[in-house]
């Protein structure tokens, strides 16, 4: 790798280097020019960064891992490391048909396709021959996972008691939880993830519409798997329930360590919603003010860019909010969805929770901040549904229901729900109680792809420096990106140093213009072919290696990555970083 801008991932400054890899491992850094001799390959990155990998700490890749090991959403943007089974979902214990309930309607992934990657693919019973047999598979980026709560819960307790809010594990089974989230640790898991927020619902015909089970969880049961995880030195992940800030302070409590080694925890999310302004600050002085008097270790995960969301209908996770919407996603096909939105009593209980302010919803509820993008009515595309309810003369919920019961999914449109405000995304971006992730990759996939978000990150960085009003420094912007979040996950990854694995991606800083915000769509092999939302900086990417191995060259794959290739491994937590 010749005369580009080196940046190692540990926020030391940069500087212009060659790089000799050898074996999968960066054998070289050096200020002069390295000999080419016996180089089988040679890349001139002039004009451009080298950075380590980046990870992604926040994926439902759990199911199309077993579909697609290549990944490439991820990796044609630099991601050459990837964190599953967040938000108490993973494929480690439950049964497939049970994973493809727990998955499908919560993450917005087809139902089908994950029974069938598990049907066609599941051989493991334990979590160390889940780990086994990832590392049998064409991984093309490295793999790191928890160990989900729901999963866990619905494997020791069958589903059906696992989601019955009258039945409390018994002892036995609490006891059966605690050794398998030990074994999972021993075999290398990260940790935990777990979910208390009840707006996540199964699909399928035996248990529609029911929380997920973590949701169902006491919170003696919670302190008993984070006793295993502070006993094991695991990680916690989880997302609190946002109407009951008393279920947050919870959270806080179990990571602080008066007396005790600390809990580290990282839960979503520092965000900046229009619908509740300020909450982000609130959340990060909070966790800061728990660091610093009680010895806590928590952070918050943040996506460091706008948050717009699209919708085909109501096909949308936010509208599982509301008692009315969530009761329309209950339904399957659209004619009944179609009865129902017509219904007047339906009407009535839709606008009333429409108006409802308290408490703050993930959706800010202003129908003039809903653009369409897609319609099969002529005259509305561009247009929000609030000005065409002016138009009319209508409330824009009767516009809305009426326009989505005329045309179901082919009514596509979009909204932004927060990070809308480019001063409190530096702010947050700078934060120490901060992490970069909840990418969601992997999921939601009609719905938002920020599968580039690191590069839109780094395109903020290079404007705001050019400009003269610099709020990160791109070392530290790169670190935050990489080694931080490696170090603090205990993952072999994230340091481009001599002696480090070899994954890299070559960023090209005249590429990182307008084009990193504008989404596309393409079809999806692992899912029968369902178009879905993905971004395209196909300049901003000159290269991406994994294991010292060039993987991407511009978009375009090297031949056999994913398939009879491997590149990328499980990276055990705690394992070496050389």
Known sequence: MRNGRWFDGTGAASAVRDLGIRDGEVAAV????????????????????????????????????????????????????????????????????????????????????????????????????????????PLGPNVAAFLG???????????????????RPTERELRRMEELLAAARTAGLVGLSTM???????????????????????????????????????????????????????????????????????????????????????????????????????????????????????????????????AALHLRTEAERRRLLLDGGFRQRFRREYRRRLPPRAWHRDLYDAEIVACPEPGLTGRSFGRIADDRGEHPVDTFLDLVAEHGTRLRWRTTIANHRPAVLDRLAADPFVQFGFADSGAHLRNMAFYNAPLRLLKRVRDAERAGRPFLRPERAVHRLTGELASWFGLAAG?????????LVVVDPAGLDDTVDAY??????????????????????????????????????????????TTGRFLRHGGSTR
Request: hydrophobic share 40%.
């Open 149 to 167: 709560h729901s999963d866990l819960r619905a494997h020791v307790m069958g589903l059906a008691r696992a989601v019955d809010s009258r039945t």
């Open 495 to 503: 340091t481009l140093r001599e002696g480090d694995r070899a994954d």
């Open 196 to 326: 208390t927020s009840p707006f996540s619902r199964l699909a399928g015909d035996r248990h529609r519409s029911a929380r997920l089970p973590s949701t169902y969880a006491g919170w003696h049961e919670y302190r008993r798997l984070h006793r295993t995880l502070r006993r094991t030195g695991g990680i916690l992940q989880s997302a609190p329930n946002p109407a009951m800030p008393l279920n947050t302070l919870l959270f806080l409590a179990a990571s602080s360590a008066p007396a005790r080694a600390p809990l580290k925890t990282t839960l979503l999310t520092a965000i900046d919603p229009k619908a509740a302004p300020g909450l982000a600050g609130v959340l990060t002085r909070t966790a800061a003010l728990a660091g610093r008097a009680f010895g806590a270790d928590l952070r918050w995960q943040h996506l460091p860019v706008p948050f717009e969301l699209y919708s085909d209908g109501i096909d949308l996770v936010v509208f599982e909010e509301f008692g009315a919407t969530a």
């Open 520 to 565: 596309h769509e393409a079809p999806t092999d692992a899912y029968g072919g369902l178009s879905r939302m993905v971004n395209r900086n196909d300049a901003a990417v000159p290269a991406v290696c994994v294991a010292g191995e060039v993987v991407c060259r511009h978009g375009r794959f090297a031949d056999g990555y994913g398939t009879a290739r």
């Open 30 to 137: 050096s200020a002069r020019p390295l000999p080419v001799e016996g180089c089988r390959q040679v890349l001139d990155a002039t004009g451009c960064w080298v950075l380590p990998g980046f990870l992604d700490i926040h994926t439902h890749y759990d199911a199309e891992v077993l579909l697609d090991p290549g990944l490439r959403e991820s990796v044609r943007h630099g991601v050459t490391t990837v964190v599953m089974g967040n938000c108490s979902l993973s494929t480690v214990h439950a049964a497939p048909v049970d994973c493809a309930d727990l998955f499908a309607r919560v993450e917005a992934v087809p139902r089908r396709c994950i029974l069938d990657a598990l049907t066609a693919h599941k051989t493991w019973s334990t979590a160390e021959e889940y780990i086994a047999a990832l590392e049998k598979r």
